[in-house]
């Protein structure tokens, strides 16, 4: 389980040569370090079994179901199939149940995670076809980019990353459409930024550039994208900002922001996201977490004995929060989501900020 994207595989046992299949077409990413790969094959004479089989899946960041009518009929098939949404329902593990060979689903707990054009193995003129499409696809759930040369070459060019918001990068990633990652294939300008360093040091640091460069990448092809003077659905570009952990307020706040001309920009998220910082729950609430405690709970007053408001204005807020953090700015890039505006005033929850080349 050394590697950062363990992947377990719950199979029937008359499945054992597709899964012998399935393993074949994943052993290149197995060699490199990129995956480990666990079943109940790997349990040894004399372990504990149930110990192990729990502590499999609790360390799986994606989790494999080989699903035939072997499978639904196996006695093992119902507990796996429940740890594995149960991962997923946490938000800690994917699940992708691979369909071997035709059989009835539909009434089955997975039933939301297949449809009719999902493929099936047995069912395709050309194995090795269907299992290339369906190492792609584990590829993607993880965060592994199928580059073309060219992009790879290009992915060298380090971002030196200050902050990321693996939270928002996760969430956003799972709802990008597979055939987003096809188009992305074909296209030699894009430009793939590596992460000098991973957030907390963990062991998802290795993916969640990648995915980082996904978002982005649709971000900026799908959805409405603009500057701070004219903000949209999301604003992105460099700029001179000051930045820090704001301790003003009722829990620790990351923010970036400086008035630019005539207008100021504000960036507020989770402190844990600064790159290099410990993690804590926190960082899993929602963005409009950050904002509530951002305007209601600042937890003390501006000097000794001064009285103020339970509730400030995005304005006042910013205005304390530029008061607070080291005066001096650095050029910074970002992409982030809008939360707010007003004239002269943009607040947004940004996915990174990095320091401008």
Known sequence: MSAPNHIVISHAHADALLLGELETHLAGLQQEGSISLWNRGHIRPGEEWEREIEAQFDAAKLILLLVSADYFADAVSSADIRRALARQAAGSAQVIPIILRPCYWRHSPIAGLVDDSSLVITSQPNRDEAWLKVVKGICRAIGILFLTPMQRSIAHVLKYHIYISQTKVEMLYLQIPPAFFESVEAEPSLSLGACSAGVDGGSS???????????????????????????????????????????????????????????????IGASDSFVGQAKRTESSHAMFYYTLKFLNR????????????????????????????????????????????????????????????
Do not use: W
Request: aromatic residues 10%; contains cysteine; proline residues 7%.
């Open 298 to 357: 600042i937890s003390r007053a501006d000097s000794p004995g001064e009285e103020r408001s339970a509730s400030f204005s995005f304005r006042e807020a910013t205005d304390i929060a530029l008061r607070c953090v080291p005066p001096d700015a650095r050029q910074l890039e970002f992409m982030a989501k809008v939360l707010h505006t007003e004239p002269g005033l943009v607040v947004a929850t940004p996915l990174y900020v990095a320091l401008a080349e």
């Open 205 to 267: 640091a290795s993916s969640l550039p990648a995915k980082l460069a996904a978002v982005c990448h649709f971000i900026k092809k799908y959805k409405d994208v603009g500057t701070y003077e004219e903000p949209k659905m999301y604003i992105s570009g460099t700029l001179p900002l000051k930045f820090g952990v704001v301790s003003e307020y009722a829990s620790d706040i990351a923010f970036f922001g400086n008035t630019v001309g005539a207008q100021t920009v504000s960036l």
